[in-house]
């Protein structure tokens, strides 16, 4: 009996790991394709929430979803709903959920506006909330960056993730502003980096925040972690 288990199982074992790590790694892209393709949507708002000016229809569902999938087909280079991997498609629905709970939440503030109000970088942080929440612990989505140039002491990496080893990791890839992204096993659990640039707008805000940078050095990184 014993031996007839270990004849089925083990094909099974050794054929699942490759599988899982293919799967991590898609899982982790899915994420940073969704959630930067949403944050241009509110980038692409800014100058409206500075100026007062972004209406409730600039806000409603439809409108912000499309103009959602059109960035996410562009990142991506397929449709939004294209998937149909169980993971990928858990996903998009946690993805679905976090954007229509975070503008939900900040309707309001967004429609009166005023200069740097309502920031990419806020909203990314509370949709990351939500969608980790929402994911039970599968995954752990974050953006940061390197100590000296933190906004927000609260997104330093060693805030945002527990494992010391990761932390480890990625405070090394921060520190030294590495600009490609990559994606590494961490025993059970496969890890994404992708690294930003700075351009004239975040430039701009983040001087106007008290944070002087370079067009076109490092930016930070969006860090997101597949598997408990
Ligand atoms: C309209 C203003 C504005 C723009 C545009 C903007 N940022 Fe920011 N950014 C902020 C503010 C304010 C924070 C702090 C937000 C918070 O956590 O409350 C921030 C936070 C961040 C963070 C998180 C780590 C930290 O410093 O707290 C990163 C990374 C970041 N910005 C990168 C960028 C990049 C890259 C761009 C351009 C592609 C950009 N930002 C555009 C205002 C802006």
């Given at each position: 009996?014993?031996?007839w288990?270990?004849?089925?199982?083990?094909?099974?074992?050794?054929?699942?790991?490759?599988?899982?790590?293919?799967?991590?790694?898609?899982?982790?892209?899915?994420?940073?394709?969704?959630?930067?393709?949403?944050?241009?949507?509110?980038?692409?708002?800014?100058?409206?929430i500075?100026?007062?000016?972004?209406?409730?229809?600039?806000?409603?569902?439809?409108?912000?979803?499309?103009?959602?999938?059109?960035?996410?087909?562009?990142?991506?280079?397929?449709?939004?709903?294209?998937?149909?991997?169980?993971?990928?498609?858990?996903?998009?629905?946690?993805?679905?959920?976090?954007?229509?709970?975070?503008?939900?939440?900040?309707?309001?503030?967004?429609?009166?506006?005023?200069?740097?109000?309502?920031?990419?970088?806020?909203?990314?942080?509370?949709?990351?909330?939500?969608?980790?929440?929402?994911?039970?612990?599968?995954?752990?989505?974050?953006?940061?960056?390197?100590?000296?140039?933190?906004?927000?002491?609260?997104?330093?990496?060693?805030?945002?993730?527990?494992?010391s080893?990761?932390?480890?990791?990625?405070?090394?890839?921060?520190?030294?502003?590495?600009?490609?992204?990559?994606?590494?096993?961490?025993?059970?659990?496969?890890?994404?980096?992708?690294?930003?640039?700075?351009?004239?707008?975040?430039?701009?805000?983040?001087?106007?925040?008290?944070?002087?940078?370079?067009?076109?050095?490092?930016?930070?990184?969006?860090?997101?972690?597949?598997?408990?």
């Amino acid at each position: 009996m014993r031996t007839w288990l270990l004849v089925v199982t083990l094909p099974l074992l050794l054929a699942v790991s490759p599988a899982r790590a293919v799967e991590q790694a898609a899982v982790a892209l899915e994420i940073q394709h969704s959630s930067a393709a949403a944050t241009a949507v509110i980038g692409g708002l800014q100058e409206k929430i500075n100026a007062g000016k972004a209406t409730a229809t600039d806000l409603a569902p439809e409108a912000l979803r499309s103009a959602w999938h059109a960035a996410f087909q562009r990142l991506a280079n397929r449709g939004f709903d294209a998937a149909t991997e169980a993971p990928l498609v858990e996903v998009r629905a946690g993805m679905d959920r976090a954007f229509g709970q975070v503008i939900d939440t900040y309707r309001a503030d967004i429609i009166k506006g005023g200069q740097d109000a309502f920031v990419p970088a806020f909203f990314r942080a509370q949709l990351f909330e939500r969608f980790n929440q929402a994911m039970g612990g599968e995954v752990r989505a974050v953006t940061t960056n390197r100590r000296a140039e933190l906004l927000n002491g609260d997104s330093a990496v060693d805030r945002l993730i527990q494992d010391s080893e990761i932390v480890a990791a990625i405070s090394a890839l921060l520190e030294k502003g590495a600009t490609q992204s990559e994606t590494r096993k961490f025993g059970n659990r496969t890890v994404g980096y992708w690294p930003m640039a700075i351009a004239q707008p975040c430039a701009s805000c983040h001087e106007r925040n008290g944070l002087k940078q370079q067009v076109g050095q490092f930016g930070g990184a969006t860090v997101v972690i597949v598997g408990r």
